[in-house]
Nanobody, 115 residues
Framework: VQLQASGGGLVQPGGSLRLSCAAS????????IGWYRQVPGKGREGVAC????????YYTDSVKGRFTISRDNARKRAYLQMNSLKPEDTAVYYC?????????WGRGTQVTVSS
């Protein structure tokens, strides 16, 4: 069972990044996917999530209109398109797969927004 986030990097304010979450070893289609982020000294914050079939999405207020979550069940991947990035978006981003009381976390990817 593995979940791996990738696609992070250094970007200037106003720029864009697309994060990917690659899954293996479990039935990806059965799981909702969430993106979370964490900065040093703070708890992990939920950013966006998408239902197992991809029909429902949720965004935290601070990213609405800027971030878009999506998934490709055939490829066992989820994505987070991040546009109009701000310095306060700087964090380590993680993806999580959830089905009932089962949660699978992947290793994070660093996103740094700075000029």
């Amino acid at each position: 069972v593995q979940l791996q986030a990738s696609g992070g990097g250094l970007v200037q304010p106003g720029g864009s990044l697309r994060l990917s979450c690659a899954a293996s070893g479990f039935i990806f289609d059965d799981y909702a996917i969430g993106w979370y982020r964490q900065v040093p000294g703070k708890g992990r914050e939920g950013v966006a999530c998408i239902g197992a079939a991809g029909l429902s999405t949720y965004y935290t207020d601070s990213v609405k209109g800027r971030f878009t979550i999506s998934r490709d069940n055939a490829r066992k991947r989820a994505y987070l398109q991040m546009n109009s990035l701000k310095p306060e978006d700087t964090a380590v981003y993680y993806c999580k797969a959830r089905r009932f009381d089962v949660e699978l976390w992947g290793r994070g990817t660093q996103v740094t927004v700075s000029s």
